[in-house]
């Protein structure tokens, strides 16, 4: 037991001090899933894909597929950056948390039920991929022109027009959707990408070793008592 609580606090704190849960990834995109800036990017690099709980509709080439947050931002196809999940769901240009439709939408799509999204490589996915990242970008404020697809029109009817646009709040409602503020090597910003997981973030690992921890100390207590 002792050795067991030794691991996973050990496990739990270099998840947390060790490169202050950074990573380097890769993005690129696959013909068939995108069009013009927007769509689907395939993010590669990220460890453990298949063991942090993406839903298999969302892999692709062994990356799983996003998309951006920010309209007047780049990401370079091939290129490395370097990737942080945020605390708070929020974008590294203006400090700003998703809304709660945006992490519904992405939830929905990286989980393949998305409704009325076309999950078959060619012109029709391209077409959804494009109608879903212009969604995103207008709830996100980065578009000022309103789309009219059955994406906004799945999202209002969920949320309404106002709760659409609502921040994204975890703790009430957990869609298991994070962002991933990439920045380049020279640290400048680059467009930040969604995610999907339904793993602890390193942090709550950390409560789980203390927690661990706690316990053994008061099993300890207990048998001095007996």
């Not at 849960?21 to 990220?46: C, K, L, P």
């Not at 380049?184 to 203390?210: F, H, K, W």
Request: with cysteine; proline share 3%.
């Amino acid at each position: 037991m002792k050795r067991i609580i030794i691991a996973v606090a050990m496990t739990a704190f270099l998840a947390v001090a060790g490169s202050g849960w950074a990573y380097q990834i890769t993005v690129d995109r696959i013909a068939g899933y995108y069009s013009g800036t927007g769509g689907e990017f395939n993010i590669t690099g990220f460890p453990g894909t298949n063991s942090l709980g993406y839903a298999s509709s969302a892999i692709v080439n062994g990356g799983f597929e996003s998309f951006c947050l920010e309209y007047d931002e780049i990401v370079n196809m091939g290129y490395q950056y370097n990737a942080e999940i945020s605390p708070t769901n929020s974008t590294t240009k203006d400090n700003d948390t998703i809304s709660q439709g945006t992490a519904y939408l992405y939830s929905q799509f990286a989980q393949g039920i998305l409704s009325g999204y076309n999950y078959t490589a060619g012109s029709g996915r391209i077409d959804s991929a494009t109608a879903l990242q212009n969604t995103i970008w207008w709830l996100e404020g980065e578009i000022s022109l309103k789309p009219t697809n059955s994406f906004m029109t799945l999202v209002e009817n969920k949320f309404g027009a106002a709760g659409a646009l609502a921040n994204y709040n975890p703790s009430q409602v957990n869609y298991n959707v994070g962002v991933l503020n990439l920045t380049t090597s020279l640290g400048g910003n680059a467009q930040d990408q969604l995610i999907y997981t339904s793993v602890p973030e390193p942090a709550t690992m950390l409560l789980l070793g203390l927690g661990l921890i706690g316990l053994a100390g008061a099993r300890r207590k207990f048998k001095s008592a007996d």
